[in-house]
């Protein structure tokens, strides 16, 4: 298997889409070390179910929005293991509200979970990669960072603010032998998406092509393949996972 032994960072890894790539990485023989910010159940949980499936993982506590918390964690993560093969930039959170009642705290704490994090975590990994001459680094942006949606000026912007960051990197790595991509996501069912009301989730679905939301899997698949010896030539650019959503 092209990724045994290898190591993959992934930013909020024990839900939703981030804890999908990061057991579709294990699977195929990655060891993998996440961060988490509240429930240390949930993360040793899924330590566990990674150990089963013969690899090794750590998890820690650590606020991706945080440089200093970044910065530690990608030391640790490389005196453990000895190299950084892959970094998921996947932490994210929704503030969603019309620009007119959206405090400052909404705006600030969108644009540094989802935007700033990457920042920390690939300003904290790209030396050690430089040093490798390896690496590959995937951030999970979204369609909102592409059409733009109604009462997600934050989250629209921070995805967008991602776009843009994956799009300048690659031009900067890529003589490094480091690719950086990044998934445009749809409406995916998670923990995120299913707070919302049904009206709302049936008014989208008729809007996507394929008239269904997609599953985490759909985007962890599409992540092994960015991430894998096949994609070694794709840098830049920004695949969507969307049904369709946004042509």
Not at 130 to 149: A, E
Request: aromatic share 8%.
């Amino acid at each position: 298997m092209e990724f045994k032994d290898k190591v993959a960072i992934v930013t909020g890894g024990t839900r939703g889409i981030g804890k999908s790539i990061a057991t579709e990485l294990a699977k195929n023989g990655c060891n993998i070390a996440f961060n988490y910010t509240k429930s240390a159940d949930a993360a040793n949980a899924l330590v566990k179910e990674f150990a089963s499936l013969g690899v090794q993982a750590v998890s820690f506590q650590v606020d991706a929005a945080s440089f200093e918390g970044a910065k530690n964690l990608i030391k640790e993560v490389k005196d453990k293991f000895g190299r950084i093969d892959f970094l998921v930039n996947n932490a994210g959170i929704t503030r969603d509200k019309l620009l007119a009642m959206m405090s400052e705290t909404d705006w600030d704490d969108v644009i540094n979970t989802n935007l700033k994090s990457v920042y920390n975590f690939s300003k904290a990994v790209i030396t050690q990669m430089i040093k490798q001459k390896y690496g590959s680094i995937l951030n999970i942006t979204s369609v909102s960072g592409i059409m733009g949606m109604a009462g997600q000026v934050n989250y629209s912007s921070s995805k967008a603010g991602m776009i843009g960051f994956t799009k300048a990197l690659a031009k900067e790595v890529g003589k490094a032998n480091i690719t950086v991509n990044a998934i445009a996501c749809g409406f995916i069912g998670t923990d995120m998406t299913d707070v919302l009301p049904q009206e709302y989730k049936d008014k989208m679905v008729e809007m996507i092509p394929v008239r269904r939301f997609g599953k985490p899997e759909d985007v962890a698949k599409a992540a092994l393949f960015l991430l894998s010896d096949n994609a070694r030539y794709i840098t830049g650019h920004v695949i969507n996972v969307d049904g369709g959503l946004a042509m």
